[in-house]
Protein backbone atom coordinates (compact mmCIF):
# COMPACT_ATOMS: atom_id res chain seq x y z
CA UNK A 1 0.00 0.00 0.00
CA UNK A 2 2.64 2.81 1.13
CA UNK A 3 4.75 1.47 -1.88
CA UNK A 4 1.83 1.75 -4.03
CA UNK A 5 1.14 5.43 -3.11
CA UNK A 6 5.34 6.25 -3.11
CA UNK A 7 5.01 4.59 -6.51
CA UNK A 8 1.64 7.14 -7.62
CA UNK A 9 3.62 9.86 -6.14
CA UNK A 10 6.68 9.66 -7.87
CA UNK A 11 4.99 9.17 -11.57
CA UNK A 12 2.46 11.73 -10.94
CA UNK A 13 4.49 13.99 -8.87
CA UNK A 14 5.81 16.38 -11.89
CA UNK A 15 2.04 16.25 -12.89
CA UNK A 16 1.14 17.35 -9.32
CA UNK A 17 4.21 19.93 -8.12
CA UNK A 18 3.21 21.64 -11.97
CA UNK A 19 -0.22 22.19 -11.57
CA UNK A 20 0.15 22.98 -7.98
CA UNK A 21 3.06 25.87 -9.05
CA UNK A 22 0.35 27.60 -11.28
CA UNK A 23 -2.69 27.29 -8.23
CA UNK A 24 0.00 29.17 -6.15
CA UNK A 25 0.73 31.64 -8.70
CA UNK A 26 -2.48 32.26 -9.74
CA UNK A 27 -3.52 32.91 -6.07
CA UNK A 28 -0.73 35.09 -5.67
CA UNK A 29 -1.10 37.48 -8.45
CA UNK A 30 -4.64 37.48 -8.24
CA UNK A 31 -4.64 38.39 -4.47
CA UNK A 32 -1.46 40.53 -4.28
CA UNK A 33 -0.52 42.54 -7.60
CA UNK A 34 -4.02 42.23 -9.38
CA UNK A 35 -5.74 42.90 -6.44
CA UNK A 36 -9.61 43.15 -8.16
CA UNK A 37 -11.67 40.54 -8.47
CA UNK A 38 -13.52 41.78 -11.45
CA UNK A 39 -10.09 41.35 -13.13
CA UNK A 40 -9.13 38.41 -12.10
CA UNK A 41 -10.49 36.23 -9.46
CA UNK A 42 -8.47 34.19 -7.07
CA UNK A 43 -8.51 30.56 -6.71
CA UNK A 44 -9.83 30.77 -3.32
CA UNK A 45 -12.79 33.04 -4.99
CA UNK A 46 -13.23 30.35 -7.32
CA UNK A 47 -13.29 27.05 -4.51
CA UNK A 48 -15.44 29.80 -2.82
CA UNK A 49 -18.31 29.65 -5.13
CA UNK A 50 -17.52 26.50 -6.51
CA UNK A 51 -18.86 25.58 -3.18
CA UNK A 52 -21.76 27.92 -3.55
CA UNK A 53 -23.28 26.12 -6.36
CA UNK A 54 -22.39 23.25 -4.83
CA UNK A 55 -24.62 23.48 -1.96
CA UNK A 56 -27.48 25.38 -4.02
CA UNK A 57 -27.25 22.55 -6.65
CA UNK A 58 -27.15 24.54 -9.42
CA UNK A 59 -24.02 22.75 -9.97
CA UNK A 60 -26.18 19.62 -10.97
CA UNK A 61 -28.95 21.17 -12.98
CA UNK A 62 -26.44 23.11 -15.33
CA UNK A 63 -24.30 20.06 -15.93
CA UNK A 64 -27.56 17.80 -16.79
CA UNK A 65 -28.56 20.68 -19.11
CA UNK A 66 -25.90 21.01 -20.80
CA UNK A 67 -25.62 17.35 -21.33
CA UNK A 68 -29.14 17.16 -22.09
CA UNK A 69 -28.54 19.55 -24.98
CA UNK A 70 -25.32 18.02 -26.10
CA UNK A 71 -26.94 14.67 -25.61
CA UNK A 72 -30.05 15.79 -28.14
CA UNK A 73 -27.04 17.34 -30.71
CA UNK A 74 -25.22 14.21 -30.72
CA UNK A 75 -27.68 11.36 -30.90
CA UNK A 76 -29.78 13.52 -33.93
CA UNK A 77 -26.03 14.27 -35.66
CA UNK A 78 -25.69 9.84 -35.29
CA UNK A 79 -29.09 9.25 -36.91
CA UNK A 80 -28.87 11.63 -39.45
CA UNK A 81 -25.15 11.84 -40.20
CA UNK A 82 -24.29 8.07 -40.04
CA UNK A 83 -26.60 6.73 -42.38
CA UNK A 84 -26.30 9.19 -44.49
CA UNK A 85 -22.25 9.10 -44.84
CA UNK A 86 -22.77 5.21 -45.28
CA UNK A 87 -24.92 5.81 -48.64
CA UNK A 88 -22.85 8.37 -49.48
CA UNK A 89 -19.83 6.48 -49.64
CA UNK A 90 -21.58 2.50 -50.92
CA UNK A 91 -23.55 4.16 -53.68
CA UNK A 92 -22.45 6.38 -56.28
CA UNK A 93 -25.49 8.04 -57.26
CA UNK A 94 -26.13 9.14 -53.73
CA UNK A 95 -23.11 10.66 -53.67
CA UNK A 96 -23.44 12.65 -56.96
CA UNK A 97 -27.07 13.98 -55.64
CA UNK A 98 -26.47 14.48 -51.60
CA UNK A 99 -22.63 15.83 -51.90
CA UNK A 100 -23.90 19.46 -53.51
CA UNK A 101 -26.10 20.25 -50.79
CA UNK A 102 -23.39 19.39 -48.51
CA UNK A 103 -21.04 21.57 -50.09
CA UNK A 104 -23.49 24.29 -49.67
CA UNK A 105 -24.80 24.15 -46.22
CA UNK A 106 -21.09 22.82 -44.69
CA UNK A 107 -19.06 25.60 -44.45
CA UNK A 108 -21.54 28.10 -43.03
CA UNK A 109 -20.63 28.67 -39.20
CA UNK A 110 -22.80 26.71 -37.32
CA UNK A 111 -23.61 29.75 -35.11
CA UNK A 112 -25.36 31.09 -38.07
CA UNK A 113 -27.85 29.19 -37.35
CA UNK A 114 -28.84 30.19 -34.05
CA UNK A 115 -31.57 32.68 -34.87
CA UNK A 116 -33.14 29.88 -36.97
CA UNK A 117 -33.11 27.30 -33.88
CA UNK A 118 -34.72 30.04 -31.84
CA UNK A 119 -37.51 31.07 -34.61
CA UNK A 120 -38.27 26.80 -35.42
CA UNK A 121 -37.83 25.53 -31.83
CA UNK A 122 -37.88 28.70 -29.41
CA UNK A 123 -36.35 28.71 -25.95
CA UNK A 124 -36.49 24.64 -25.97
CA UNK A 125 -33.77 22.29 -25.10
CA UNK A 126 -34.15 21.16 -28.74
CA UNK A 127 -33.05 24.51 -30.44
CA UNK A 128 -29.51 24.05 -28.06
CA UNK A 129 -29.57 20.89 -28.93
CA UNK A 130 -29.83 21.67 -33.04
CA UNK A 131 -26.81 24.19 -32.92
CA UNK A 132 -25.02 21.59 -31.42
CA UNK A 133 -26.22 19.14 -34.21
CA UNK A 134 -24.93 21.74 -36.87
CA UNK A 135 -21.83 21.65 -35.87
CA UNK A 136 -21.39 18.11 -34.92
CA UNK A 137 -23.10 16.77 -38.48
CA UNK A 138 -20.60 17.50 -41.16
CA UNK A 139 -17.55 16.25 -39.52
CA UNK A 140 -19.47 12.52 -39.09
CA UNK A 141 -20.89 13.08 -42.63
CA UNK A 142 -17.78 13.31 -44.23
CA UNK A 143 -15.29 10.63 -42.14
CA UNK A 144 -18.04 8.19 -42.05
CA UNK A 145 -18.07 8.50 -46.17
CA UNK A 146 -14.58 8.64 -46.09
CA UNK A 147 -13.89 5.55 -44.65
CA UNK A 148 -16.45 3.70 -46.36
CA UNK A 149 -14.53 4.88 -49.98
CA UNK A 150 -11.26 3.61 -48.18
CA UNK A 151 -12.76 -0.07 -47.36
CA UNK A 152 -10.22 -2.50 -48.80
CA UNK A 153 -11.51 -3.93 -52.30
CA UNK A 154 -9.90 -7.35 -51.13
CA UNK A 155 -12.09 -7.06 -48.31
CA UNK A 156 -15.50 -6.73 -50.06
CA UNK A 157 -14.33 -9.42 -52.62
CA UNK A 158 -13.31 -12.37 -49.66
CA UNK A 159 -16.42 -11.35 -48.15
CA UNK A 160 -18.22 -12.04 -51.64
CA UNK A 161 -16.55 -15.47 -52.17
CA UNK A 162 -17.89 -16.46 -48.78
CA UNK A 163 -21.52 -15.73 -49.11
CA UNK A 164 -21.79 -12.50 -48.10
CA UNK A 165 -23.22 -11.48 -51.95
CA UNK A 166 -26.43 -8.59 -50.85
CA UNK A 167 -25.28 -5.04 -50.59
CA UNK A 168 -26.85 -5.00 -46.83
CA UNK A 169 -24.25 -7.34 -45.86
CA UNK A 170 -21.58 -6.09 -47.41
CA UNK A 171 -22.34 -2.65 -45.57
CA UNK A 172 -23.04 -4.35 -41.99
CA UNK A 173 -20.14 -6.48 -41.73
CA UNK A 174 -17.83 -5.39 -43.90
CA UNK A 175 -17.77 -1.96 -44.78
CA UNK A 176 -18.81 -0.63 -41.26
CA UNK A 177 -16.08 -2.20 -39.22
CA UNK A 178 -13.87 -1.32 -41.48
CA UNK A 179 -14.57 2.35 -41.53
CA UNK A 180 -14.97 2.35 -38.23
CA UNK A 181 -11.84 3.74 -37.21
CA UNK A 182 -12.61 6.50 -39.89
CA UNK A 183 -15.99 6.99 -38.07
CA UNK A 184 -14.32 7.77 -34.38
CA UNK A 185 -12.24 10.20 -35.86
CA UNK A 186 -14.91 12.08 -37.39
CA UNK A 187 -16.68 11.68 -33.80
CA UNK A 188 -14.13 12.55 -32.27
CA UNK A 189 -13.54 16.07 -34.40
CA UNK A 190 -17.55 16.70 -34.25
CA UNK A 191 -17.27 16.46 -29.90
CA UNK A 192 -14.99 19.27 -30.23
CA UNK A 193 -17.02 21.55 -32.61
CA UNK A 194 -20.06 20.25 -30.63
CA UNK A 195 -18.82 21.48 -27.16
CA UNK A 196 -18.02 24.65 -28.42
CA UNK A 197 -21.32 25.61 -30.71
CA UNK A 198 -23.23 24.09 -26.98
CA UNK A 199 -21.63 26.92 -25.10
CA UNK A 200 -22.33 29.54 -27.82
CA UNK A 201 -25.67 28.42 -28.07
CA UNK A 202 -26.25 28.72 -24.57
CA UNK A 203 -24.52 32.06 -24.12
CA UNK A 204 -26.77 33.38 -27.05
CA UNK A 205 -29.93 32.59 -25.38
CA UNK A 206 -31.11 29.54 -27.16
CA UNK A 207 -32.07 27.85 -23.93
CA UNK A 208 -32.88 29.24 -20.45
CA UNK A 209 -30.25 26.85 -18.95
CA UNK A 210 -27.17 25.39 -18.89
CA UNK A 211 -23.42 26.21 -18.19
CA UNK A 212 -23.16 28.39 -20.94
CA UNK A 213 -26.03 29.86 -19.98
CA UNK A 214 -25.12 30.08 -16.40
CA UNK A 215 -21.81 31.65 -17.37
CA UNK A 216 -23.47 34.83 -19.37
CA UNK A 217 -25.68 35.12 -16.96
CA UNK A 218 -23.22 35.40 -13.56
CA UNK A 219 -21.35 37.85 -16.30
CA UNK A 220 -24.24 40.15 -16.50
CA UNK A 221 -23.99 40.12 -12.96
CA UNK A 222 -20.21 41.01 -12.77
CA UNK A 223 -19.61 37.81 -10.69
CA UNK A 224 -16.22 37.12 -12.47
CA UNK A 225 -15.24 34.16 -10.28
CA UNK A 226 -18.40 32.46 -11.24
CA UNK A 227 -17.67 32.90 -14.48
CA UNK A 228 -13.90 31.82 -14.11
CA UNK A 229 -15.40 28.84 -12.21
CA UNK A 230 -17.79 27.72 -15.56
CA UNK A 231 -15.21 27.83 -17.95
CA UNK A 232 -13.02 25.57 -15.70
CA UNK A 233 -16.01 23.33 -15.39
CA UNK A 234 -17.11 23.43 -19.30
CA UNK A 235 -12.99 22.65 -19.98
CA UNK A 236 -12.91 20.04 -17.19
CA UNK A 237 -16.32 18.20 -18.83
CA UNK A 238 -15.04 18.67 -22.66
CA UNK A 239 -11.86 17.06 -21.23
CA UNK A 240 -14.48 14.07 -19.16
CA UNK A 241 -16.10 13.50 -22.23
CA UNK A 242 -13.57 13.12 -24.86
CA UNK A 243 -11.21 10.60 -22.16
CA UNK A 244 -14.48 8.88 -21.64
CA UNK A 245 -15.07 8.08 -25.41
CA UNK A 246 -11.76 7.85 -26.43
CA UNK A 247 -11.27 4.94 -23.52
CA UNK A 248 -14.43 3.08 -24.80
CA UNK A 249 -13.65 3.46 -28.36
CA UNK A 250 -9.84 1.83 -27.70
CA UNK A 251 -11.35 -0.78 -24.93
CA UNK A 252 -14.08 -1.72 -27.01
CA UNK A 253 -14.51 -0.46 -30.60
CA UNK A 254 -11.20 -0.77 -31.79
CA UNK A 255 -9.78 -3.23 -29.77
CA UNK A 256 -8.41 -5.07 -33.10
CA UNK A 257 -6.31 -1.88 -34.17
CA UNK A 258 -4.18 -1.57 -31.19
CA UNK A 259 -0.43 -1.99 -32.22
CA UNK A 260 -1.27 -1.06 -35.87
CA UNK A 261 -0.08 2.45 -35.85
CA UNK A 262 0.17 3.36 -32.24
CA UNK B 1 -17.32 -33.01 -57.01
CA UNK B 2 -15.73 -30.07 -58.73
CA UNK B 3 -15.34 -30.16 -61.70
CA UNK B 4 -14.40 -26.95 -63.56
CA UNK B 5 -14.68 -26.19 -67.64
CA UNK B 6 -13.96 -22.79 -69.07
CA UNK B 7 -15.31 -22.53 -72.74
CA UNK B 8 -13.68 -20.00 -75.46
CA UNK B 9 -13.78 -17.34 -72.97
CA UNK B 10 -12.81 -13.50 -73.99
CA UNK B 11 -12.72 -10.70 -71.74
CA UNK B 12 -12.04 -7.28 -72.90
CA UNK B 13 -11.84 -4.04 -70.93
CA UNK B 14 -13.13 -0.99 -72.23
CA UNK B 15 -11.85 2.65 -70.43
CA UNK B 16 -14.66 5.01 -70.13
CA UNK B 17 -13.22 8.55 -70.96
CA UNK B 18 -11.74 6.92 -74.37
CA UNK B 19 -12.85 4.46 -76.87
CA UNK B 20 -10.14 2.05 -76.95
CA UNK B 21 -10.19 -1.70 -75.56
CA UNK B 22 -7.62 -4.09 -74.18
CA UNK B 23 -8.11 -7.36 -74.39
CA UNK B 24 -7.28 -9.34 -71.19
CA UNK B 25 -8.09 -12.90 -72.49
CA UNK B 26 -8.83 -14.46 -75.77
CA UNK B 27 -10.46 -17.82 -76.20
CA UNK B 28 -9.73 -19.56 -73.31
CA UNK B 29 -10.09 -23.07 -73.10
CA UNK B 30 -9.62 -25.99 -70.46
CA UNK B 31 -10.51 -28.12 -67.69
CA UNK B 32 -10.05 -29.07 -64.60
CA UNK B 33 -10.94 -32.24 -63.66
CA UNK B 34 -12.84 -33.21 -60.45
CA UNK B 35 -9.85 -33.58 -57.46
CA UNK B 36 -7.16 -32.32 -60.10
CA UNK B 37 -4.72 -29.54 -59.07
CA UNK B 38 -3.77 -27.29 -61.97
CA UNK B 39 -1.83 -24.34 -62.00
CA UNK B 40 -1.84 -21.05 -63.88
CA UNK B 41 1.47 -19.89 -65.13
CA UNK B 42 2.22 -16.48 -66.82
CA UNK B 43 4.01 -13.66 -67.73
CA UNK B 44 2.75 -10.51 -65.11
CA UNK B 45 -0.20 -9.13 -66.80
CA UNK B 46 -1.28 -11.98 -68.99
CA UNK B 47 -4.73 -11.97 -67.53
CA UNK B 48 -4.05 -15.02 -65.24
CA UNK B 49 -5.30 -13.03 -61.85
CA UNK B 50 -8.46 -12.04 -64.57
CA UNK B 51 -9.50 -14.97 -65.48
CA UNK B 52 -9.58 -16.11 -62.01
CA UNK B 53 -11.67 -13.67 -60.72
CA UNK B 54 -14.00 -14.21 -63.44
CA UNK B 55 -14.24 -18.32 -62.24
CA UNK B 56 -14.96 -16.66 -58.71
CA UNK B 57 -17.62 -14.79 -60.13
CA UNK B 58 -16.08 -11.56 -58.97
CA UNK B 59 -15.33 -10.39 -62.77
CA UNK B 60 -17.81 -11.08 -65.64
CA UNK B 61 -16.57 -12.82 -69.27
CA UNK B 62 -17.03 -10.94 -72.52
CA UNK B 63 -17.79 -14.06 -74.19
CA UNK B 64 -17.54 -18.32 -74.37
CA UNK B 65 -18.66 -20.05 -71.02
CA UNK B 66 -17.69 -21.46 -67.93
CA UNK B 67 -18.89 -23.83 -65.78
CA UNK B 68 -19.39 -25.89 -62.33
CA UNK B 69 -20.47 -29.32 -62.66
CA UNK B 70 -22.15 -28.15 -65.61
CA UNK B 71 -23.96 -25.19 -64.01
CA UNK B 72 -22.44 -21.61 -65.56
CA UNK B 73 -21.12 -19.56 -62.91
CA UNK B 74 -22.93 -16.19 -62.66
CA UNK B 75 -21.77 -14.57 -59.56
CA UNK B 76 -19.69 -15.79 -55.98
CA UNK B 77 -20.73 -18.59 -54.17
CA UNK B 78 -19.86 -19.93 -51.16
CA UNK B 79 -18.68 -23.31 -53.81
CA UNK B 80 -16.13 -21.75 -55.08
CA UNK B 81 -13.56 -20.57 -52.14
CA UNK B 82 -10.86 -17.67 -52.55
CA UNK B 83 -7.52 -17.06 -51.53
CA UNK B 84 -5.81 -14.04 -52.46
CA UNK B 85 -2.16 -12.84 -52.90
CA UNK B 86 -2.80 -9.48 -50.35
CA UNK B 87 -3.69 -10.02 -47.04
CA UNK B 88 -7.54 -10.07 -47.04
CA UNK B 89 -8.40 -11.59 -43.39
CA UNK B 90 -10.75 -9.11 -41.65
CA UNK B 91 -8.62 -7.14 -39.53
CA UNK B 92 -11.51 -6.61 -37.21
CA UNK B 93 -12.54 -10.07 -36.34
CA UNK B 94 -9.93 -12.63 -34.74
CA UNK B 95 -8.48 -15.28 -36.77
CA UNK B 96 -11.35 -17.57 -35.17
CA UNK B 97 -14.47 -15.48 -36.53
CA UNK B 98 -12.64 -14.90 -39.74
CA UNK B 99 -13.07 -18.36 -40.53
CA UNK B 100 -16.80 -18.82 -38.75
CA UNK B 101 -17.09 -15.91 -41.18
CA UNK B 102 -18.57 -17.91 -44.38
CA UNK B 103 -21.06 -20.20 -41.90
CA UNK B 104 -22.39 -17.45 -40.31
CA UNK B 105 -23.27 -15.46 -43.86
CA UNK B 106 -24.97 -19.40 -43.85
CA UNK B 107 -26.95 -18.61 -41.20
CA UNK B 108 -25.15 -20.87 -38.53
CA UNK B 109 -25.03 -19.58 -35.31
CA UNK B 110 -21.65 -18.19 -33.76
CA UNK B 111 -21.25 -20.65 -31.46
CA UNK B 112 -22.25 -23.80 -33.72
CA UNK B 113 -19.86 -22.31 -36.67
CA UNK B 114 -16.93 -22.34 -33.84
CA UNK B 115 -17.39 -25.57 -33.16
CA UNK B 116 -17.64 -26.52 -36.64
CA UNK B 117 -14.47 -24.86 -37.86
CA UNK B 118 -12.40 -26.05 -35.21
CA UNK B 119 -10.88 -28.72 -37.60
CA UNK B 120 -9.91 -26.39 -40.00
CA UNK B 121 -7.89 -24.10 -37.18
CA UNK B 122 -6.30 -27.81 -36.59
CA UNK B 123 -5.61 -28.53 -40.18
CA UNK B 124 -3.46 -24.89 -40.73
CA UNK B 125 -2.36 -25.18 -36.63
CA UNK B 126 -3.33 -21.84 -35.72
CA UNK B 127 -5.03 -23.61 -32.92
CA UNK B 128 -3.10 -21.44 -30.19
CA UNK B 129 -3.50 -18.11 -32.03
CA UNK B 130 -7.24 -18.56 -32.46
CA UNK B 131 -8.30 -15.37 -30.33
CA UNK B 132 -5.53 -13.17 -32.03
CA UNK B 133 -6.41 -10.19 -34.37
CA UNK B 134 -4.71 -10.47 -37.72
CA UNK B 135 -2.12 -7.68 -37.16
CA UNK B 136 -0.44 -9.96 -34.30
CA UNK B 137 0.24 -12.95 -36.83
CA UNK B 138 2.79 -13.16 -39.04
CA UNK B 139 2.47 -13.21 -43.09
CA UNK B 140 2.42 -16.83 -42.58
CA UNK B 141 0.38 -17.09 -40.58
CA UNK B 142 -2.44 -14.66 -42.22
CA UNK B 143 -2.57 -16.99 -45.31
CA UNK B 144 -2.99 -20.15 -43.59
CA UNK B 145 -5.93 -18.11 -41.65
CA UNK B 146 -7.26 -17.56 -44.79
CA UNK B 147 -7.02 -20.93 -46.58
CA UNK B 148 -8.66 -22.33 -43.35
CA UNK B 149 -11.64 -20.09 -44.20
CA UNK B 150 -12.20 -20.70 -47.45
CA UNK B 151 -12.37 -23.99 -46.43
CA UNK B 152 -14.48 -23.95 -44.00
CA UNK B 153 -17.42 -23.54 -46.24
CA UNK B 154 -16.26 -26.61 -47.75
CA UNK B 155 -16.14 -25.65 -51.41
CA UNK B 156 -16.09 -27.62 -54.47
CA UNK B 157 -12.87 -25.54 -55.71
CA UNK B 158 -10.74 -23.41 -54.15
CA UNK B 159 -9.04 -20.92 -56.37
CA UNK B 160 -5.93 -19.47 -55.54
CA UNK B 161 -4.26 -15.97 -56.39
CA UNK B 162 -0.94 -16.17 -56.03
CA UNK B 163 -1.32 -16.99 -52.40
CA UNK B 164 2.29 -17.13 -51.48
CA UNK B 165 3.41 -14.35 -53.46
CA UNK B 166 3.99 -12.21 -50.63
CA UNK B 167 6.10 -14.47 -48.17
CA UNK B 168 9.37 -15.25 -48.04
CA UNK B 169 10.90 -17.87 -49.94
CA UNK B 170 11.08 -20.67 -47.04
CA UNK B 171 7.90 -19.95 -45.53
CA UNK B 172 6.33 -20.40 -49.07
CA UNK B 173 7.75 -23.87 -48.80
CA UNK B 174 6.41 -24.42 -45.87
CA UNK B 175 3.12 -24.06 -47.04
CA UNK B 176 3.20 -25.22 -50.24
CA UNK B 177 3.70 -28.32 -48.47
CA UNK B 178 1.20 -27.87 -45.90
CA UNK B 179 -1.11 -27.41 -49.12
CA UNK B 180 -0.55 -30.27 -50.81
CA UNK B 181 -1.40 -32.35 -47.18
CA UNK B 182 -4.86 -30.71 -47.37
CA UNK B 183 -5.56 -31.04 -50.77
CA UNK B 184 -4.81 -34.87 -50.29
CA UNK B 185 -7.06 -34.80 -46.90
CA UNK B 186 -9.99 -33.00 -48.65
CA UNK B 187 -10.34 -33.73 -52.13
CA UNK B 188 -10.91 -30.17 -53.31
CA UNK B 189 -10.20 -29.11 -56.81
CA UNK B 190 -7.62 -26.50 -56.95
CA UNK B 191 -7.25 -23.82 -59.46
CA UNK B 192 -3.70 -21.99 -58.42
CA UNK B 193 -2.69 -19.02 -60.09
CA UNK B 194 0.98 -18.26 -60.03
CA UNK B 195 4.06 -16.85 -61.80
CA UNK B 196 6.46 -18.92 -60.03
CA UNK B 197 7.53 -21.91 -62.26
CA UNK B 198 9.00 -23.74 -59.53
CA UNK B 199 5.70 -22.98 -57.59
CA UNK B 200 3.57 -24.94 -60.89
CA UNK B 201 6.03 -27.65 -60.70
CA UNK B 202 6.13 -28.58 -57.88
CA UNK B 203 2.40 -28.37 -56.98
CA UNK B 204 0.20 -29.19 -59.80
CA UNK B 205 -1.00 -32.23 -61.76
CA UNK B 206 -0.47 -29.79 -64.87
CA UNK B 207 0.33 -26.50 -66.05
CA UNK B 208 -1.68 -24.23 -67.77
CA UNK B 209 1.08 -22.03 -69.52
CA UNK B 210 -0.20 -18.95 -70.81
CA UNK B 211 0.63 -16.10 -73.36
CA UNK B 212 1.25 -12.04 -72.92
CA UNK B 213 -1.00 -10.26 -73.36
CA UNK B 214 -4.11 -10.63 -75.33
CA UNK B 215 -4.21 -14.24 -72.66
CA UNK B 216 -4.32 -17.17 -74.40
CA UNK B 217 -3.33 -20.61 -73.68
CA UNK B 218 0.08 -21.73 -74.90
CA UNK B 219 0.26 -25.12 -74.00
CA UNK B 220 -1.04 -27.10 -71.00
CA UNK B 221 1.81 -29.32 -69.87
CA UNK B 222 0.96 -32.90 -67.68
CA UNK B 223 3.28 -33.03 -64.24
CA UNK B 224 3.90 -36.53 -64.28
CA UNK B 225 5.95 -36.67 -61.40
CA UNK B 226 5.86 -38.76 -58.26
CA UNK B 227 4.32 -37.50 -55.27
CA UNK B 228 5.65 -36.89 -52.61
CA UNK B 229 7.62 -34.55 -54.97
CA UNK B 230 11.36 -33.57 -54.50
CA UNK B 231 11.80 -29.98 -55.70
CA UNK B 232 15.70 -30.79 -56.64
CA UNK B 233 15.26 -34.16 -58.67
CA UNK B 234 16.32 -34.23 -62.40
CA UNK B 235 13.12 -34.77 -63.41
CA UNK B 236 11.38 -31.52 -61.65
CA UNK B 237 14.27 -29.38 -62.83
CA UNK B 238 13.98 -30.89 -66.54
CA UNK B 239 10.25 -29.36 -66.29
CA UNK B 240 11.12 -26.28 -64.95
CA UNK B 241 13.91 -25.83 -67.84
CA UNK B 242 10.92 -26.97 -70.51
CA UNK B 243 8.51 -24.18 -68.81
CA UNK B 244 11.08 -21.21 -68.20
CA UNK B 245 11.56 -21.77 -72.08
CA UNK B 246 7.86 -21.43 -73.08
CA UNK B 247 7.40 -18.50 -71.15
CA UNK B 248 10.98 -16.81 -72.58
CA UNK B 249 9.52 -17.18 -76.08
CA UNK B 250 6.82 -15.14 -74.68
CA UNK B 251 9.47 -12.19 -73.30
CA UNK B 252 10.53 -12.68 -77.09
CA UNK B 253 7.38 -12.08 -78.84
CA UNK B 254 6.17 -9.09 -77.16
Redesign the interface.
Known sequence: MNLRLIKTVREKGIEVISLLCVIVLWQFTAEWIVKNKLYLPSFYDVVLSLFAIIESGVIVTDILTSLLHFGIGIIAAFLIGIPLGIIMGWFKEANEAIDPIIEILRPIPPLAWIPFAMVWFGLTHQAAGFVVFVGMIFPIIINTYTGFKNV?R??V?????????RSV?QIR??AL??A?PSIVAGIRIAMGVGWMCLVAAEMFGVSKGGLGYALWFNFHLHRMDFVLLYMLLLGFLGLVIDRAFRYYVDKKLL??????VV | MGRVSVKNVSRTFSKKDDESETQALENINFNVEDGEFVCLLGPSGCGKTTLL?IV???ETHTSGEITLNGAPIT????K???V?Q???L????TVIDNIT??LE??GVGKGEARKQVEKYLDLVGLEQFKNS????LSGGMQQRA?IA??LA?EPEVL?MDEPFGALDAQTRNILQDELLKIWEQKHVTFLFVTHSVDEAVFLSDRIVVMTSRPGRVKEIINVELPRPRSRTSPEANLLRDKVLKLLEQERFTR
Open positions: PVHDAAKVLGCTSYIPSLRWTAGI | RAGLGPDPRGMFQYSFPWRFGMQYPHEARANL
